[in-house]
Nanobody, 123 residues
Framework: VQLQASGGGLVQAGGSLRLSCAAS????????MGWFRQAPGKEREFVAA????????YYADSVKGRFTISRDNAKNTVYLQMNSLKPEDMAVYYC?????????????????WGKGTLVTVSS
């Protein structure tokens, strides 16, 4: 599985961005999908995850109520809608896939990572 993330960019605080992650292969629906982020000098942290069918979602406390993860299994794509962005959301965002995963994703269990996409939030 190859993951290609896109949608990052520069936005003012309070603004919105939508990240997309397109996956190759025909087994997309067997993977729990998620997003992690890594700010300079910090460890990579969990942001959001979505179950294989899309019925369940999980969020880090820091983004609850502002970010929404979704997926379209017909398009092999997962999305992260980010609203009310804050300067502390600025990071490189990584798409992640865990085969037959369930629950919030753990970075040590990820099977595939996409290349990151940079989100810059100006204050």
């Amino acid at each position: 599985v190859q993951l290609q993330a896109s949608g990052g960019g520069l936005v003012q605080a309070g603004g919105s961005l939508r990240l997309s992650c397109a996956a190759s292969g025909r087994t997309f629906s067997r993977y729990a999908m998620g997003w992690f982020r890594q700010a300079p000098g910090k460890e990579r942290e969990f942001v959001a995850a979505i179950g294989r069918s899309g019925a369940t979602t999980y969020y880090a406390d820091s983004v609850k109520g502002r970010f929404t993860i979704s997926r379209d299994n017909a398009k092999n794509t997962v999305y992260l809608q980010m609203n009310s962005l804050k300067p502390e959301d600025m990071a490189v965002y990584y798409c992640a896939a865990e085969f037959m995963g369930a629950g919030p994703l753990n970075r040590y269990n990820i099977d595939y990572w996409g290349k990151g996409t940079l989100v810059t939030v100006s204050s």
